[in-house]
């Protein structure tokens, strides 16, 4: 009998696999950005701080000739890497519609309305301490929600969360990023330059014909998504990273053979490799090679653009482009007058926005529709989970930063609502963990409480 577990080099154990499973572990990228939050704080508050600081106000120019653009670094991750990091939101938002959580409208009703309590109470609390002026501007900021660090807070609490948590919490924050989405798109906007614009959706028109026509090469999209649609609507005033959401839309999600077809075909080439002639070499024949490249083509056939892509990029977005971002926007000097940012109403908006608005719009809203009738909460969701979602919906760190330099030209007040954000968030993710911890139990005590939440199989990672 031969043994199928594939041979192990030194590189695949000491490299290759623990790095693969450090990439797949869900709360990796919650620590991961946390880690990078971290590390900008201390170099802002280091003899280095000036270099820091200075560092993202390189300048970079890409074009030629009259066909010139010209940002500094800290620009270029803000409307270009961030860009990346919303095309993936895009993909996620729209598998969800098609076949996950929000494709089921009863399902969706709770966490969906959930997300608009937490988006609109925060504005509402934020406008009573702000109500005029340019700091009024600044409403978006508490709105939004980091679903990595919001996530990857509640993964730390193993399989003694309920299913129906993490489901709720997923959904809650993908509405929530839809609701960001659409909050920059039509009141974070700039001048709009039409001719740009219209240039813009043009160039989506082609991607959307070409995913009628049939067209799954990711390159395809790639060329026509950052050299038509993201280029234009840089240039256009509207922000880049709507462009990054439209183009992930126009990402096909249909597989060209369905699972009985692949099945039967995967059946057949195997059958075929088994009886292929083996050369008795460490390389394979070319029969053998040749049957090994329609197996690959058959499984890719097998699967959605649309989820290969986000499979792909997920990684690079919350282990580069995400970090990246915590480093160039999350930079404050401390100072003994630090303490004085408690006193402007920019802080306190963003702060009782986020710690009590999210919270509260999230229950509010949630009860009732409860109340009404209009949902039902399951069965293992009690009401010290509901609130300890809520304070992790309160977690706005990177969408909240991304929306706050959107928000205020003026540097001074970007930092009083970083401020806000960081000692916000950071109350509100241990609030939300002790509550659902003290809320649950360990697995092993499990089976003496039939009131206890049902183990998820499998362990925490694959639960959402």
């Known amino acids: ?14 490299l290759v696999t623990p790095m693969q499973r450090f990439l797949s572990h ?18 802002s508050n280091s003899p280095w701080s000036g270099a820091f600081h200075r560092f993202w106000e390189i300048k970079f120019t890409i074009g030629f000739g009259h066909w010139q653009l010209s940002k500094n670094l800290h620009h270029w991750i803000n409307d270009g890497l961030m860009a990346l990091f ?7 938002l729209k598998r969800e519609m098609i076949s996950g959580e929000l494709s089921r409208p009863r399902n969706a009703i709770l966490p969906v309305m959930a997300a608009m309590g937490g988006m609109l109470v925060p504005a509402g609390l934020y406008f009573l301490v702000n109500p005029a002026g340019d700091a009024a501007s600044g409403w978006g900021i ?26 709720f919490l997923t959904a809650l924050a993908i509405a929530d ?9 039509f009141f974070y906007t700039s001048t709009i330059d039409l001719p740009s614009l219209v240039t813009g959706l043009g160039f989506l028109c082609v991607l959307i014909i070409g995913n009628r026509l049939g067209i799954r090469n990711a390159l395809f999209y790639g060329i026509v998504g950052i050299g038509g649609v993201w280029l234009a609507f840089l240039l256009s005033g509207v922000h880049a990273t709507i462009a990054a959401v439209l183009a992930a839309f126009t990402i096909p999600a249909r597989v060209k053979y369905d699972e009985e077809t692949c099945t039967s075909k995967l059946a057949d ?55 990246i971002f915590a480093l160039a926007n999350t930079g404050m000097t401390f100072s003994s007058h630090s ?22 719009g999230v229950v509010g809203f949630v009860a009732l529709f409860v109340r009404l009738k209009w949902a039902v909460l399951p069965e293992d969701f009690t009401g010290s989970l509901l609130i300890g979602a809520g304070f992790l919906a309160g977690v706005g760190f990177t969408m909240s930063l991304f929306i706050s330099e959107l928000a205020f030209t003026s540097p001074a007040f970007v930092e009083e609502a970083k401020f806000g954000i960081l ?33 998820v199989e499998g362990g925490s990672d694959d639960a959402a």
């Open 1 to 14: 009998m031969t043994d199928s577990t594939p041979r192990k080099d030194p590189i695949d154990r000491w």
């Open 26 to 43: 869900s709360s990796m990228s919650g620590m991961v950005l946390f880690s990078a939050a971290i590390i900008a704080l201390i170099l």
């Open 86 to 92: 919303f095309f993936v939101v895009g993909l996620e």
């Open 142 to 167: 508490p709105m939004a929600t980091d679903i990595a660090f919001a996530l990857g807070i509640l993964y730390l609490l193993g399989d003694r969360v309920p299913v129906s948590l993490k489901i």
């Open 177 to 185: 990023d839809l609701g960001a989405v659409l909050v920059i798109a």
């Open 269 to 323: 080439l195997c059958v075929r490799f088994r009886n292929a002639c083996p050369n008795n070499f460490p390389t394979v024949t070319t029969e053998q090679l040749l049957i090994l490249k329609e197996i690959r083509t058959v499984s890719k056939l097998a699967q959605t653009p649309l989820q290969r892509l986000e499979h792909a990029l997920h990684p690079l977005v919350a282990f580069v482009v995400m970090p």
């Open 339 to 360: 303490l004085t940012l408690f006193a402007s109403p920019i802080t306190q908006g963003v702060f009782l926005g986020l710690l009590l608005g999210k919270m509260l």
């Open 423 to 455: 000692i916000a968030s950071s109350v509100s993710g241990i609030l939300g963990y002790f509550i659902i911890r003290n809320a649950t139990k360990p697995a092993e005590l499990r089976h003496v409480d039939d009131r206890c939440f049902p183990l």
